[in-house]
């Protein structure tokens, strides 16, 4: 079953009764002009196992240690958002797996080798997707984005990775004046930006869930990143959110501001359909079988990581 993504952009309380999460909204309890059977009603529930990920984007928010520990014990993503409701926190569970040790070692036992096969694998896997992408959304001749892929060597020696995301960003956003792929860049930037970081969260929840570590990498190493082995496990995944914003921004004044509706369109990133190991799948639990993927390489049963395919 997948999880459910829950959004509070305005003041709320936030407490657990039950083993439910409980959200009170203190505009409506204030509000004299209410009737109390109304301010009743606008109480809310929802089951702490049905929470896969929940993003507090407002300064007036509580939420009390023990909902706060039922969110997490239930191997929810907890995310939090700056002044400019950007996501700029993420909490997850310290342990995840009943056998997490044995993970662990075996996750910091994984050879060089096995860890450039891997990501030339997620290199590989990335650049198809980004070429079924383009065309989806812009047509054209997208033959050198397979070409490319297919020239990926272990540990990608030769950067395609970047000699085809030059090329993919280029098609995809040509027609926005200005646009480069840039954290402080134009608008689309905003929309991938909270898009990747929707899919990052989701991304960690899974590896920790998995029983593996989201810090240590099989390519990014960042000593600052605490996040090195979600970013290598969300490449693939990338052009899911690039698609979905294309599509948001289609027709659209060039200046894009991140709208609480366009919010609400990023927040479905966990549930888009995505295609895997020859079936449909909501994006949540493919990634799930990712990582789960992942373990069964760095356990020696497997020799392949299991990512989406577009095509």
Not at 47 to 76: F, H, R, W, Y
Not at 107 to 122: E, F, G, H, I, Y
């Amino acid at each position: 079953m997948i999880k459910k993504t829950l959004y509070f952009g305005n003041p709320a309380y936030l407490s657990l009764k039950n083993g439910q999460l409980v959200i009170k909204l203190p505009e409506v309890e204030q509000n004299a002009g209410l009737s109390d059977s109304f301010k009743a009603q606008s109480v809310l529930t929802k089951p702490m196992e049905d929470i896969g990920v929940v993003v507090l984007d407002n300064k007036q928010i509580t939420i009390t240690s023990s909902a706060l520990e039922a969110l997490i014990e239930n191997n929810c993503a907890v995310i939090t958002c700056d002044s400019k409701s950007m996501p700029v926190g993420l909490l997850l569970p310290l342990c995840g797996n009943t056998t997490q040790n044995e993970r662990f070692r075996q996750q910091l036992d994984a050879s060089v080798p096995l860890k450039k096969q891997l990501w030339q694998q997620t290199v590989k896997a990335k650049i198809e997707n980004q070429a079924s992408v383009l065309q989806a959304c812009v047509g054209g001749e997208v033959n050198c984005m397979h070409v490319w892929a297919n020239e990926v060597k272990s540990g990608d020696t030769d950067n395609m990775e970047a000699r085809a995301a030059a090329f993919y960003w280029k098609t995809l956003f040509g027609h926005i004046e200005g646009f480069t792929r840039d954290r402080e860049g134009v608008p689309p930037n905003n929309l991938l930006n909270y898009g990747y970081a929707i899919l990052r969260a989701v991304v960690a929840r899974a590896l920790v869930s998995s029983g593996l570590l989201p810090t240590l990498g099989i390519h990014h190493h960042n000593r600052y990143n605490a996040y090195c082995l979600a970013d290598d496990v969300m490449e693939p995944y990338r052009p899911y959110v690039d698609e979905l914003a294309f599509r948001l921004v289609k027709g659209r004044n060039p200046v894009v501001e991140l709208t609480k509706e366009l919010k609400t369109e990023l927040l479905g990133i966990p549930g888009l359909d995505v295609k895997i190991a020859g079936k449909r799948s909501p994006l949540m639990i493919a990634v799930a079988q990712t990582t789960a993927s992942l373990y069964k390489c760095f356990s020696g049963e497997w020799r392949k990581i299991a990512y989406p395919e577009r095509r």
